[in-house]
Structure formats: structure tokens, C-alpha cells
């Protein structure tokens, strides 16, 4: 598959992915326990079936293509992006809310790492912009930060039934890590079999991943319904500016592999 038929299909598979997530969340899930509807999960199953089925096919459709050179704006806009994501990492950090069974000491840590991941991307978009320099180490900041935010969910949940709302929320948060990981040793020039370059695929899955657990939320929370148990829990401007970040920066080529 070359380039351009693999990012229609990328195109086609995310609004799919959120859409039948949305009807499984809705129509599938009971509100008050977030398990199956009597006589529903066999459906449920197929939907949560073709979603994976879809996010496999555009990591296959991305594995073998060569990246192109990105157009004359494409670093501008990613730039913005990633000005926009560290921005709403601040905000995120003065609107935590610690999750139960989360210590007083352990949310500040979470406050602290929001507040220095969000001053990384806004330093990486300045850099992109204004050509400001820019210390690579400090990539692994927002991967400490995503690594509180897995543990902190995990423990909120460890007591509660597994159930899909949960399960796909640890995925997404998860898909943030690995992205975040990667992200930090790419930009360090860190080599793996491909040279220093991001894991297209792999990006691609995670964007997908966080954009079809947010879809629910994202409708729950312009409805004003309420309607799912964590009504709030992972539908942010973060997590949708996030899937935009990770795509802007694994599409094309970036400024060290040009050179």
C-alpha cells in the first residue's frame, strides 16, 4: 500500500473505530455497572472485534511504506500543535482531580510532571517555530508523567470489576506511554531497527487507540448525559490534541532524519 492510500485509510478507520465505540459505550453497556447488556455482548464483542480488526489493518497499512518528505508547512503545524498540547498539559495539571486511592504526595508528583510536560511541548513547538534551543533530555519528563497517570488509574480501578470502560481507558493511557517513550528516544536519537526515526505503525495505533476511547465521552460530554459510569474520565482538549500531535509528528520525515 503506498503512502496515500494508507492515510485514506487511516482517514476512513478512525471516524469507523469512535463510531462503534460509541454505539458499544451507549447501547451495549449498562450505565450502572458497566458490564454487558443481557443479550447484547455477543454484539459488543463484534463491534470491540472490528475495532481491533481496524486499528491492526492501519499499523499493517503503515509498516511497509517509506515516510515522505513533509511539505513546506507541515513542521509549522506541528509546531502549533505541539505549543497547543503543552498548554493543555498545564491546564490538565491545576484541574487534577486524584483519582481514589491516590495519596495527597502522590497527586502533587502528578501535578508537578503535568505542569513539566507541558512546558516541554510548548518549549518543542517554540523550538519548531523560533528555532530556540532545545535540551533533548527533557523528553522524559512527559514519560514519567504518563507513567503516573497508568499507575494512578490502575489503582483507582484495581478494585472494580474489569469492564470495557475500564479496560479501553488503561489502554489509551498506555497508548499515550508508548507513544511518549518512543517520542522522547527518537528526539534523542536513539537508534532502533529502523534508525532514529518514530515507529510509524506504532503512532498510529496509539492515535487511534485514545481517539476511539475519548469518541464516547467526547458525545457524553456535549450531550450533558452522564451517561457512563467515569462520565469525565478521559475526554480532555489533551487527549484529542495528543492523537493530532502523534500523527502531525509520524506521518513524514522529521528535520533529523532529513538530515
Known sequence: MN?????????????????????VMFFTIETSSGFFRTGYSS??????????ALIILSAVAFS????????????YISAILSVVLGICFLAEAFKFTPLVGTTPAFAVFIR?????????FVWRGVNGLFFVPIYKEIYILPVIYM?????????AYAGVA????????????CAMLIF?????????????????GLSTPLC???ALVILTQIAPYAVNYFAKKEALIHANSLFSPTSIILSLFIISVALFKNQKELD
Open 147 to 155: 507513567i503516573l497517570k497508568v499507575v494512578s488509574t490502575f489503582i
Open 112 to 120: 508537578i510532571f503535568a505542569v513539566l510536560s507541558g512546558i516541554v
Open 43 to 52: 454484539l459488543a464483542v463484534l463491534m470491540l472485534g472490528i475495532i481491533a
Open 162 to 173: 474489569t469492564i470495557t470502560e475500564t479496560v479501553f481507558e488503561l489502554f489509551a493511557i
Open 204 to 206: 498510529v495505533v496509539c
Open 3 to 23: 503512502f496515500k492510500k494508507a492515510v485514506i485509510f487511516l482517514g476512513c478507520a478512525a471516524p469507523v473505530c469512535a463510531l462503534l465505540n460509541c454505539l
Open 64 to 75: 511497509r511504506i517509506r515516510r515522505l518528505n513533509p511539505p513546506a508547512f507541515w513542521p
Open 180 to 196: 511518549t517513550l518512543n517520542f522522547a528516544k527518537a528526539e534523542n536519537g536513539i537508534k532502533n531497527k529502523k534508525g532514529v
